[in-house]
């Protein structure tokens, strides 16, 4: 499947600049808006705010910015010990209400729209699985987008992002709450805000409770995240 065949409209956006990095990663975003709003945000030169994809509930994808080109999507953020996150990002936007609109579950036309187009930048960057990020993970101190009911298995399923690990010892892997942000940040995390980076990981990793508590299973589900990475099973 071709790029134009993924792309069913092409709007430029004015805000962006050139990368001063290569691509390395992914960011999925809500739009907190309806679709109509967000496009025209997205390419109003004084909001200075931009991604490179938008798609719509209904799974029309938008471009806005190309791929080689810096969009400015991700503010203040860090991942793995990158800090200018836009310059080393492709950022995606779904169109959606967001927790102060009502928040529900993605649409599946949308999820449906993102998993090719995510293949396709995927390969073309080869970008690791550990590098599909939420907004949240990169910015826990700032966003919740695009939260806890994104399909993220749907996307592990297509080998697109790390799958939840399914097999955990509820024993306790860390030696203590502080052994344990030091291992959030070996896996990517900022971890300035202690009680936000651990809702961001929840939000993530086990979203039926997010109440920012490091607890056996949080611990066991980053140790085996860990494990896997650095085995290379999930890249």
């Not at 344990?180 to 980076?197: N, P, Q």
């Not at 920012?212 to 140790?223: H, K, N, Y």
Request: hydrophobic share 40%; net charge negative; with cysteine.
């Amino acid at each position: 499947m071709t790029e134009d065949e993924l792309v069913q409209r092409e709007i430029p956006s004015p805000n962006w600049n050139e990368r001063t990095g290569a691509i390395a990663m992914v960011v999925l975003h809500y739009t907190e808006m309806p679709f109509d709003a967000a496009l025209a945000r997205l390419t109003d030169p004084a909001a200075e705010v931009s991604a490179h994809y938008l798609i719509s509930e209904a799974g029309e994808v938008t471009r806005l910015v190309a791929e080689d080109k810096r969009a400015w999507h991700a503010g203040a953020s860090f991942w793995r010990g990158i800090r200018n996150v836009n310059s080393a990002s492709i950022g995606i936007e779904l169109e959606h209400p967001g927790h102060a609109g009502g928040y529900r579950p993605f649409a599946p036309a949308q999820i449906d729209a993102l998993l090719p187009l995510l293949a396709r930048i995927v390969q073309a960057h080869d970008i690791p699985r550990a590098n599909v990020v939420a907004h949240s993970d990169v910015a826990p101190t700032r966003k919740i987008d695009p939260g806890e009911l994104f399909p993220w298995d749907r996307l592990a399923a297509h080998r697109l992002c790390l799958p939840r690990p399914d097999r955990l010892d509820l024993g306790d892997p860390f030696d203590n709450d502080g052994a344990f942000m030091l291992a959030l940040e070996r896996f990517g995390y900022d971890i300035t805000d202690s009680h936000k980076v651990v809702e961001a990981f929840q939000r993530r990793w086990r979203p039926e409770r997010i109440d920012g508590i490091v607890d056996g299973e949080i611990r066991a589900i980053l140790f085996q995240l860990l494990v896997d990475r650095d085995r290379g099973h999930t890249r």
